[in-house]
């Protein structure tokens, strides 16, 4: 990250160390991926994920607005909102969540298929033997991209 400097946490009384960071990683049911296009748009998507050692992945079409932005610029920032509950007497909110910022890259083989594997697990559990045969039908026809994480920051509500 040499060229790309993240600026500093404003609010540092509300930063959360890596063990929640993680598990909010772990536990969270989508993300948020951002990306930007060849014009400077930025693109943002909640898609499902997984977060397996210390990497995100994802699937996608082979082909898309997400696959066109990663092959122009792999840089990427990826949010996951934790738990929240609006506290309306207090007019606020207490909140977790995690950006993560690495580089985004189509994976193949091995890692692909344990990747969706990985999705698999966490998203239908009770469905493993008909997944698997879903994943053995579409692996080719399927895109995985992986998130090499470079940086990761998190805050929540005290």
Request: charged fraction near 25%; glycine fraction near 6%.
């Amino acid at each position: 990250m040499d060229e790309y400097k993240i600026r500093a946490m404003r609010r540092k009384n509300l930063k959360i160390d890596d063990r929640k960071a993680n598990s909010i990683l772990t536990m969270g049911e989508y993300g948020v991926l951002s990306t930007v296009d060849k014009h400077g748009q930025p693109y943002g998507v909640p898609l499902n994920y997984v977060y397996q050692d210390g990497c995100i992945y994802f699937h996608a079409a082979q082909a898309g607005h997400k696959i066109d932005n990663i092959a122009f610029n792999n840089r990427v920032s990826f949010c996951v909102v934790g738990k929240t509950k609006v506290i309306q007497s207090e007019f606020t909110t207490k909140y977790e969540s995690v950006i993560c910022f690495g580089k985004a890259g189509l994976i193949e083989e091995e890692e692909k298929l344990n990747a969706l594997i990985w999705l698999l697990e966490k998203y239908t559990p009770d469905h493993l033997v008909n997944g698997r045969k879903t994943i053995d039908k579409t692996l080719k026809n399927v895109a995985v991209i992986k998130i090499e994480i470079e940086y990761i920051t998190g805050k929540a509500s005290k």
